[in-house]
């Protein structure tokens, strides 16, 4: 008797199907891709993604698929944040003078390149650091006013007014 094939594991063709979905996001456009559809009419790769993205064990690999996906723009999103922040402090800490820069400049008399350390105080510059440092949401030092002028606003509604509001903005 031959080794029964195990139901639960995905063939390479579903697993292509669940990553061209993932970068897609179009069903049909996922299947038409994995799948040969030359002969079939047109509606077939449609009713066939339907049928493949609602199988159990597909419908569970696209959401593994999903969620590393979103993992990894979150990661994407707090590296580039902490290298904003990082770099916004290192332009404070030149701009105030307090750490040295290097530049390179020509000596005629010695012809030749050298490296050369300078600190320069830059008050705008600095200014500038230090408010966009404060408007990071995860430090929150500097809110816009507006934001804060619409909070005031909500906390003074009843909940109908809210509902109102919610609604007017919604149609």
Not at 52 to 80: F, G, N
Not at 135 to 157: C, H, P, Q, W, Y
Request: glycine share 2%.
């Amino acid at each position: 008797m031959p080794p029964r094939k195990d139901k639960s594991r995905l063939t390479q063709k579903e697993c292509d199907f669940c990553l061209a979905y993932i970068e897609l996001g179009n069903a049909t456009e996922a299947y038409r891709r994995t799948y040969s559809t030359n002969r079939s009419k047109p509606t077939h790769a449609s009713r066939a993604a339907y049928n493949k993205i609602h199988t159990p064990k597909i419908a569970a690999k696209i959401a593994e698929l999903q969620s590393k996906a979103e993992t990894k723009a979150v990661a994407r999103v707090s590296l580039t944040r902490e290298m904003v922040i990082r770099d916004l402090l290192e332009v404070v800490e030149i701009a105030m003078g307090r750490k040295l820069t290097k530049l390179k400049i020509y000596r005629k008399a010695a012809d030749k390149i050298e490296d050369v350390e300078v600190s320069k105080f830059d008050m705008g510059s600095a200014l500038r650091a230090l408010e966009l440092l404060g408007k990071v949401d995860t430090i929150g030092l500097f809110v816009e006013r507006s934001k804060v002028d619409m909070l005031n606003r909500f906390e003074a509604m009843s909940d109908d007014e809210l509902e109102e509001f919610i609604s007017s903005r919604l149609h």
